[in-house]
Structures are given as C-alpha cells and as structure tokens.
C-alpha cells in the first residue's frame, strides 16, 4: 500500500525558501519513483521535481530549475529558494509503480491530497 502524505507547505514571502516533505506513512518508498506535482488555479498540473527509485537519476522542471532540489530517503523532500509569486499552487506528492520517472501525471498512480503554498510579493 501506497499512500503519500505531504506536509511544509504555507504563506512566504518573495525571496523565501521552503522545505515540502512527503511520507508513505512511515515506510520508504522503496521502488517506486516518486515525483512533486503543483496546480495552480486555473492551470494545469505541472511537474516540479522527480526522482527514479534508486535515487541516482532526477527530474527538474524548467520553471524551478536552479531553485529547487529534491532528495529522497524515508521522506521525499523539495527544497525551494527564491519563492516567487509565480510559485503558489497547491503541491502534490506522486509515486509511480515504475522504477523511472516521468513528466506524465498519467504514470503516478498514488497521489497525496496536496499541500498549499502561497507566495506573497
């Protein structure tokens, strides 16, 4: 069983940084690749950040590129600099039953409820 639950999201400022943290209620994610999605309103859903099983291949999208990083142990983690207004959405952790990641939304089968980050200028 599969269940991711985000937590770190919340109000910053321009400039700020913050920590998003995914968990697979206490257990590792094991073989599963896992990825950070966001939504913001009226848009659609884009990846952020992704990483393969094994940790050694990662994925960052272009509009986070150089901001963020993504690491992965018994907690997935994001770390985001330079938050920027363009940054607020809500956040989605993913895992997908595939060893690899991928930019699709369509190959992560396990999804968490979201946690909203909201950058103010």
């Known amino acids: 069983q599969v269940q991711p639950v985000e937590s770190g999201g919340g109000l910053v400022r321009a400039g700020d940084s913050l920590k998003l943290s995914c968990t697979n209620s206490?257990?590792?994610?094991?073989?599963?690749?896992v990825a950070w999605f966001r939504q913001a309103p009226g848009k659609e859903r884009e990846i952020v950040a992704a990483?393969?099983?094994?940790?050694t291949s990662t994925y960052y999208g272009d509009s986070v590129k150089g901001r963020c990083t993504v690491s992965r142990g018994t907690i997935f983690s994001l770390q985001m600099n330079s938050l920027q207004p363009k940054d607020t959405a809500v956040y989605y952790c993913?895992?997908?039953?595939?060893?690899?990641?991928?930019?699709?939304?369509?190959?992560?089968?396990?999804w968490g409820q979201g946690t909203q980050v909201t950058v103010s200028s």
């Open positions: 993913a895992a997908s039953p595939w060893t690899m990641w991928s930019r699709e939304a369509k190959m992560y089968y396990y």
């Open positions: 206490g257990r590792t994610f094991g073989y599963y690749a």
């Open positions: 990483v393969s099983a094994n940790g």
